[in-house]
């Protein structure tokens, strides 16, 4: 799926598997075998958040559509998600250390070196999850379960979205990894992930859960940077696409985007994991399909690769063979 070249010399080719699916199960297009099992990582987010915010509960907590937006988030740690972390945490009466990820830096350069001046020590805070984590904290609170071990798979919460994915996917769950974030990730084919999206971005099929689904996107494309970041490429995807997909990144390769209008989601996994990869995958994929294409999405999918001094040596771009 993506080259990477160095003076004219291919040095890394990027495999992957994609695949395009409907509400209604039907491949669209297929790029490999996408039965390949995979963890969706934070891809799953959009999902997690339905599973918080289903059966009236983000009205019953008033949350606004930024707050929504940052349960979706893998974010930068920029001065706006730390003050909405900091913010979520006290509206609730919970403090930082009830987080269950664990501490980090900001993404951004400048932003780590704010922080370290400041605090001198990772926080939890500035973790790219933690915005879920508030959620899955609120949501324990509301419904009157235990804040303690909330990331354990047999807490409420976490079995209640096996079994959502489970319904979505139309697949049943064998095998739930942990997350980078320490919260349950469900191992499943990337059709069936790609599939369970597909529901997601076919409202009215989610029958109750159908108002939240289509707040959740609404939400995500209106505050694409709380999603992520000003450099998040997810973020920035979103931003291009002008409200019409969502995207969603996820480690190790993953990268989703969910798109209503088509009543489809796409999905792509890169084998070897790498991050970059999967980001000039995405844009190339969805600029194949016609669903995106300008000069910006053009940007993504063929990006220089420059040595310290600044000069461009190589490139990183999709291939698409």
């Known amino acids: 799926m993506v080259e990477v070249t160095r003076s004219n010399f291919i040095e890394n080719i990027h495999h992957g598997v994609a695949v395009l699916i409907n509400s209604s199960g039907e491949i669209l297009r297929e790029w490999g075998n996408s039965n390949m099992l ?10 997690q958040s339905l599973n918080l915010y289903k059966d009236g509960v983000a009205e019953a907590l008033n949350l606004s559509d930024d707050f929504i937006a940052l349960t979706t988030a893998s974010h930068h740690a920029e001065n706006i998600h730390q003050k909405m972390i900091t913010k979520w945490l006290k509206k609730i009466n919970l403090k930082e250390k009830h987080l269950s990820c664990g501490p980090a830096w900001p993404w951004n350069a400048s932003d780590q ?6 605090y001198k020590v990772k926080r939890k805070i500035f973790h790219n999850c933690s915005g879920k984590h508030c959620g899955h904290l609120a949501v324990s609170k509301y419904k009157n379960f235990s804040i303690k071990n909330y990331q354990k798979k047999n807490h409420p919460i ?18 739930i ?32 859960n159908s108002n939240i689904a289509k707040r959740i996107f609404e939400s995500c494309v209106k505050y694409p940077e709380i999603t992520g970041g000003n450099k998040s490429v997810n973020s920035i995807l979103t931003k291009i696409s002008k409200k019409k997909i969502f995207f969603k990144n996820g480690a190790e390769g993953i990268f989703l985007a969910i798109i209503p209008e088509q009543k489809s989601a796409l999905a792509v996994k890169i084998i070897d994991g790498t991050r970059r990869a999967a980001e000039v995958a995405i844009a190339g994929l969805i600029s194949e399909l016609g669903l995106v ?16 001094t600044g000069q461009v040596i190589g490139s990183i771009e999709w291939s698409g063979k």
């Open 38 to 47: 995979i963890y969706p990582r934070s891809a799953l987010k959009p999902i």
């Open 113 to 118: 070196f704010k922080a370290y001046l400041r």
């Open 158 to 175: 976490q079995k209640d979205l096996i079994r959502l994915v489970e319904d979505l996917s139309k697949y049943k769950i064998k095998n």
């Open 177 to 208: 990894g942990i997350d980078g974030c320490t919260l349950p990730n469900p191992l499943i084919p990337l059709k069936k992930f790609a599939f369970a999206a597909a529901q997601f971005a076919d409202y009215k099929k989610l029958n109750e």
């Open 293 to 308: 294409n300008n000069d910006k999405i053009k940007k993504i999918k063929k990006q220089p690769i420059k040595n310290s």
